[in-house]
């Protein structure tokens, strides 16, 4: 079986099992985006709204930020596959019955860990960048601050990441830009060093 194969099966796999375990709910999932190919793994934390109604990660406002940062780097959605750790949205609803976005819980990010694990290992990158803590906290199985590891390859147990600033958390955090900037920078030569290129 090819990789988009293997990914499919695997996203069959996990809405069964997550629609058995929080039946009656029924949670719309937002599966990764690109192509299995890719030599450049994102994972982001979980989708929001708009990534919800139009089925894709980083799409609407968190999406169009995503690219501007990408721009830096000289990378574009069609070198990439994107992922979430979570692939429902994490909502909470207000006292007037409105929902909005809450970080995802322990519980759930350890839910979706072996289903994140299975698909980077038929993904096989070259490279995965983490963006913000839920997925680096994810990959290194602990819970090293992104603050001491930003902008420099880690080698965790699914492969070699790179981690970045959650891009939301650069407009939340105005000191955080040229950090921010200045890993992108460091992003895009280690690629070009290690030659990773997607076929
Ligand atoms: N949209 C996503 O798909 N993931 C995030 O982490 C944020 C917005």
Known sequence: MDKQGK????????????????APDHKIFVFGDGSPASAIVLIGEAPGEQETLLGKPFVGKAGKNLDEFLDITGLHRPDLFIT???????????????????????EEISLFRPYLLEE???????????LGNVP?????????????????????????????????????????????????QKLKE??????ITSP
Do not use: W
């Open 136 to 184: 680096l906290h994810a990959m290194t199985n602990d819970t090293t601050p992104i603050s001491s590891v930003h902008g420099q390859p880690l080698l965790c147990a699914p492969g070699t990441v790179f981690p970045l600033y959650h891009p939301a958390s650069i407009i939340y955090n105005r000191a955080l830009k040229e950090t921010y900037l200045d890993d992108l």
């Open 84 to 106: 979430n750790v979570v692939k429902f949205r994490p909502v909470k609803i207000s006292d007037k019955g409105r929902a909005s976005n809450r970080p995802p819980t322990r």
């Open 120 to 130: 980077l290992s038929i993904i096989a990158p070259k490279i995965i960048v983490t």
């Open 190 to 195: 280690y690629i070009s060093i290690n030659k």
């Open 7 to 22: 990914l499919n099966r695997l996203y069959t796999d996990l809405t069964e099992h997550f629609d058995a375990l929080y």
